[in-house]
């Protein structure tokens, strides 16, 4: 499924959108993603790629790809463009799995994830980073009054795709876009960045590697409660869960909610850690292999996926189980729920509801009592800050299955 102005949607997630592809379960699909901050430096990551140049297409006279983000597509509030920059990610999809209905379960095994290309530099791919407005660290800067947001740009040697390696960095300055409204910081995305504007600092000389760990920061099947929602704040149907540990040979379930499943996945990033504290992991055009399973309800399937409700990530070692400040949020804070999320979201909650859906995916995986699975719960599961990037917070819980030791073998099955 490659990535063109075609098989993109930008900043949202949609049950209403028409797929671009359709697969039966079981099936594996090779996906290319974009990521939306290549027009940080055009050169090295949009010029010569005949994708993303129709994705980034925009001339004073027109936009391939129009909306971005869940706003009004007139830019009414803002004025910033259609979609207002109510989300930012460029998604590849929907994909439409045959037989998927809402209560089932999708299955999304990742097998492999690698860089795109760059087309300008051959045996390079590049990508960037950036100290946001929107970041952790944005009001506690060292100089409280030189408030900036910052630009990384990385490369990495397809040779051996290991580690990244900081280039340059710049600092933003107020940029035009070609529809000629003035963005004084980064509140639009995929803005073409006018390098004749900002200042490199080079870095190549740093010494500095960054270990790769790729994965795509947003996986979603469509939500059930609205018809346009934001693709920043993730929810119990995925999106923006930014946890760098859906990687190569990590499985990711998720609760299916319409029809068809509809998955998406973008955000690329070659790299993270834990609270993408100044806002932005190493954001990267990435291209994955995947399988796609699905498991019905009503049919006997492992018992760590009855009622499923949230994010459920399984590697070969650990069980993640991911927990967000408001794990629906688009039914539970009402109608200007996908504003109010980013006003009301708190570690205290994220950690609250991951303790709960910890406590619960223990005692029903391995039959084990509530008394039980708190000992175990405090001396072998990592209770982790996933982000506190996306409006809303997320909270993991990580244990590995060999504490269950013989267990791990004799897992209940039962219907859904």
């Not at 996906?31 to 925009?58: C, I």
């Not at 830019?75 to 989300?87: D, L, N, P, Y």
């Not at 039980?372 to 800050?385: H, K, N, P, R, T």
Request: hydrophobic share 40%; charged share 20%.
């Amino acid at each position: 499924m490659p990535a063109t102005a075609e098989t993109v949607h930008w900043g949202f997630f949609s049950r209403s959108l028409p797929p671009v592809l359709r697969v039966d379960p079981g099936d594996s699909v090779t996906v290319e993603t974009l990521t939306q901050h290549a027009g940080d430096d055009w050169q090295r990551m949009v010029a010569g790629d005949s994708g993303a140049e129709s994705v980034f297409d925009w001339s004073p006279e027109h936009k391939r790809v129009d909306r971005r983000g869940a706003g009004p597509a007139n830019a009414s509030i803002f004025g910033r463009g259609a979609g207002e920059g109510f989300g930012v990610h460029i998604m590849t999809g929907p994909i439409y799995v045959r037989g998927a209905e809402p209560g089932d379960v999708l299955e999304i095994e990742f097998v492999e994830i690698r860089p795109r290309p760059s087309a300008a530099f051959p045996g390079k791919a590049f990508a960037s980073n950036v100290s946001a407005w929107w970041g952790y660290q944005y009001h506690d800067l060292l100089d409280r009054d030189a408030k900036r947001e910052t630009v990384t740009i990385f490369e990495i040697d397809m040779r051996c795709p290991a580690a990244a390696r900081p280039l340059y960095s710049y600092e933003w300055q107020p940029q035009t876009d070609p529809f000629g409204v003035v963005h004084a910081t980064i509140d639009y995305p995929g803005i073409p960045v006018d390098h004749s504007k900002v200042s490199h600092r080079d870095l190549s000389g740093s010494g500095v590697r960054i270990p790769a760990r790729l994965h795509f920061g947003c996986i979603a099947v469509a939500p059930r409660e609205a018809d346009l929602v934001d693709s920043i704040p993730p929810g119990y149907f995925g999106g923006n869960i930014d946890n760098w540990r859906i990687g190569a040979g990590a499985k990711l379930y998720l609760p299916v909610a319409v029809q068809g499943a509809l998955l998406s996945l973008g955000d690329g990033h070659f790299a993270q850690a834990d609270g993408e504290i100044n806002g932005t992991g190493l954001e990267c055009s990435l291209t994955g292999d995947i399988i796609i399973k699905l498991h019905k309800a009503g049919e006997v399937c492992p018992a760590f996926l009855r009622g499923l409700n949230s994010p459920l990530i399984e590697t070969e070692h650990s069980w993640v189980i991911q927990s967000f400040s408001h794990p629906n949020y688009l039914r539970d804070l009402g109608s200007n729920a996908q504003s109010d999320v980013y006003k009301t979201s708190t570690i205290e909650l994220a950690l609250r509801n991951a303790l709960r859906q910890t406590r619960r995916f223990i005692m029903q995986t391995y039959d084990l009592t509530e008394d039980e699975v708190l000992s175990i719960m405090s001396l072998a599961a990592d209770f982790g800050i996933t982000q506190v990037a996306d409006g809303n917070f997320g909270v993991h819980a990580t244990i590995t299955k060999a504490v269950f030791g013989e267990r791990q073998h004799s897992q209940r099955t039962a219907r859904p």
